[in-house]
Structures are given as C-alpha cells and as structure tokens.
C-alpha cells in the first residue's frame, strides 16, 4: 500500500452542527504532476452524504458505487453503509486488492473506511488521509481547539498549509459541506 501514502490530500472537519469535505485537486504518478484540478469528492445519496478519497481513481469509484448501493439498502444509515461496506471489501477476494481509502459524512457522523476493516469515527472533530494528511489534521486540530473559527475556515485554512508542506498536495481545493438544522 505504498502508493496511497503519496496519493493527495482529503480533509473532514465537524464543528457543531457543521461537516466540510476538502480535498486538493493534484494527480500525480511517481514524481510528476498529471493533473491539478481533478474532483476526489462526491456527493452521495440525493446529497445527503459526501465522500472522498485518497488512492488509485478506479478502485475509489467502485468503492463510491459499492458505498451508495449499500445507503440504498440501509436508508441512508452511514455507519451501517459504512460497516457493510468495509465487511465486503475486507473478506471478497477482487474487492480486497481495492487500493484506497475513503472519507465519509453525513449530517451527524463522519467515517474513515479501509479495506482492512476499519470504519473509524473521529473524536477530536478532524480526520485526514493521503499523503497530506497528517500535516492537514494537525493544522485542522491545533485550530479546532485554540481557535472558534467554523468548520470551513478550518479546513480552508488546513488544506492551505498542507499544499505548501506536501508535495503531492496542490492549493485547488474543492470543498463539499454538509449543515445539520440543529
């Protein structure tokens, strides 16, 4: 799983009753910059959840389909997507050579899916992955608890510092947001 370690930057913050998705927009393969305004996020079931991820493109759209098909089974209900979906990723036998990993939020929740199994709900209201992503978390989390600016501004502010800190992270930054009534 080397690559996914050099892969891009996907950012989630929660703050009250507010969830942002970012995600840089940088492709690169080995050292070279293929692209720099591709979309690594989505929009899933009628809106109501976002997504992204950090990995090889293929895999994470077959993720993103297996991922929605599993909302439609179970009504939206992220984290019994989310759960059901890494079960099959983990235990069938095409689906566990998926290189990814995969961001996701709804209203309420925010989940890290992997294909080893793992659906990680955050607990300091950041959760980061790709080759940024530890530099985006500890910006995001330093922000989150010494400032009270909103779940936008941070991961604004995040992403920033971790396009000029990562070399496969670039600063076009697409932003998917999600804001609970509450």
């Known amino acids: 799983?080397?690559?996914?370690?050099?892969?891009?930057?996907?950012?989630?913050v929660r703050r009250q009753n507010h969830v942002v998705l970012a995600a840089d927009g940088?492709?690169?393969m080995k050292d070279t910059v293929l692209k720099h305004t591709a979309s690594k996020?989505?929009?899933?079931?009628?809106g109501k959840i976002i997504a992204g991820f950090a990995g090889a493109t293929a895999d994470a759209f077959t993720l993103f389909e297996l991922f929605e098909a599993k909302l439609k089974d179970y009504s939206g209900?992220?984290?019994r997507a989310a759960v059901e979906?890494?079960?099959e990723w983990r235990t069938d036998k095409i689906l566990r050579r998926l290189e990814a990993l995969l961001l996701v939020a709804d209203k309420e929740n925010t989940?890290?899916?992997s294909g080893n199994g793992d659906v990680i709900a955050p607990e300091h209201g950041a959760v980061a992955i790709g080759s940024g992503g530890t530099v985006a978390l500890s910006a995001a989390r330093a922000l989150l608890e010494n400032t009270d600016k909103d779940a936008m501004d941070v991961a604004r502010i995040a992403m920033n510092i971790a396009g000029d800190v990562c070399i496969y992270t670039n600063q076009n930054t697409i932003f998917k947001e999600l804001k609970s009534e509450a």
Do not use: G
């Open 1 to 12: 799983m080397e690559k996914l370690i050099r892969s891009t930057t996907i950012l989630a």
């Open 26 to 28: 940088q492709v690169t």
């Open 41 to 46: 996020l989505r929009e899933l079931y009628e």
């Open 77 to 79: 209900n992220v984290e």
């Open 85 to 87: 979906l890494t079960k």
């Open 111 to 113: 989940y890290l899916l």
